[in-house]
């Protein structure tokens, strides 16, 4: 079993910036996919940024040139900056871990972000 605890979201302004954590309960060294996923009110999840063990890195068309998503392997932990955001960035962010050698993909709980105008 893994958890995956997310962290760092809460209400900003436009323009504002916040950078969101992923701690995972176990060793992260080895997964070969780690995502950020984001759900707004009324509509379905959807891909933010993610990264390969190898530091390969693909992001959405609303997030290219605004996020960054990294991973410290020596802390277990994902992360997410998050720049310039606007309110079109309000949703509840979710942190996604595939661990092969588990068999599953795991999911935190979410941490919400609010970007006013």
């Known amino acids: 079993q893994v958890q995956l605890v997310e962290s760092g979201g809460g209400l900003v302004q436009a323009g504002g910036s916040l950078r969101l954590s992923c701690a995972a309960s176990r060793s992260i060294f080895s997964i070969n996919y780690m995502g950020w996923y984001r759900q707004a009110p009324g509509k379905q999840r959807e891909l933010v940024a993610a990264i390969t063990s190898a530091g390969i890195t693909n992001y959405a068309n609303a997030s290219k040139g605004r996020f960054t998503i990294s991973r410290y392997s020596a802390k277990n932990t994902l992360y997410l900056q998050m720049n310039s955001l606007k309110p079109d960035d309000t949703a509840v962010y979710y942190c996604?871990?595939?661990?092969?050698?588990?068999?599953?993909?795991?999911w935190g709980q979410g941490t919400q972000v609010t970007v006013s105008s």
């Open positions: 996604r871990a595939d661990y092969p050698y588990l068999g599953r993909t795991y």
